[in-house]
């Protein structure tokens, strides 16, 4: 089993609807999660981060996090095709110096 | 890209030869990553280190090494590069045990013929 797992999709999404990303985790120790957009051909950018249980919004976006079913997901409100892109979700255990990176799942939005 | 460069951006080397990427950053933070990305494997730990001299591997750790002799510069070097190594690599720089999440580098594209 992966440590973080993610749909690798292609997600579509038509323009103005949310688009909903999800993504699972195998450690119960994790404590840190964050979601990274990547374009094509870009590197990683962050726009999200979530540490304890319930909702995180931040603009369109909203991080949810559930530790008792370890699930974290983003949701983008009024999609738009400027947020077509890859998104990965990592992880941060407790004690570890490092993030578990999912393989991302690539979102695309149709105008 | 705040504070962190790669390079060089790109680079075609032949296999057999040495090569060295270079990680620069300008915030002070302790912990610096190098990472490559490869479709279908997602983002993979190969080195990092969490402080001057001090690193550790990652997952994919064989035909590469690392070395950091300032805070500021973090350089993976490819021993003998192969054609498996063909792949993009990031840089990331951490204040505090990847807490906070990491801020990429812009990457380096790395082919070897």
């Known amino acids: 089993q992966k440590e973080v797992e993610q749909n690798s999709g292609p997600l579509s999404v038509p323009e103005g609807a949310i688009a909903s990303l999800n993504c699972t985790y195998s450690?119960?120790?994790?404590?840190?999660f964050f979601w990274y957009r990547q374009y094509s051909g870009k590197s990683p950018e962050l726009i999200m981060s979530?540490?304890?249980?319930g909702d995180k919004e931040d603009g369109r976006f909203t991080a949810q996090l559930n530790k008792a079913s370890q699930y974290v997901s983003l949701l983008i409100r009024d999609s738009q095709p400027s947020d077509s892109a890859t998104y990965l979700c990592?992880?941060?255990?407790?004690?570890?110096?490092?993030?578990?990176f999912g393989t991302g799942t690539r979102l695309t939005i149709i105008p | 890209d705040a504070g962190i460069t790669q390079s060089p951006r790109h680079k075609v080397t032949e296999t057999g030869t040495p090569v060295t990427l270079r990680c620069h950053q300008t915030?002070?933070?302790?912990?610096m990553y190098w990472y490559r990305q490869d479709p279908g494997h997602g983002l993979r730990l190969i080195h990092y280190?969490?402080?001057?001299?001090?690193?550790d591997k990652g997952e994919v750790s064989d035909g590469y090494s690392v070395s950091r002799s300032k805070t500021e510069d973090f350089l993976l070097t490819l021993e003998s590069a192969t054609s498996s190594q063909t792949s993009v690599y990031f840089c990331?720089?951490?204040?505090?045990?990847?807490?906070?999440?990491?801020?990429f580098g812009s990457g380096t594209r790395l082919t070897v013929v």
């Open positions: 990331a720089i951490s204040a505090d045990r990847a807490n906070y999440g990491y801020t």
């Open positions: 450690d119960r120790g994790s404590q840190s």
């Open positions: 979530i540490y304890s249980n």
């Open positions: 990592a992880v941060n255990i407790f004690g570890n110096e490092k993030l578990t």
């Open positions: 915030e002070n933070h302790r912990y």
């Open positions: 280190s969490y402080g001057v001299k001090d690193t």
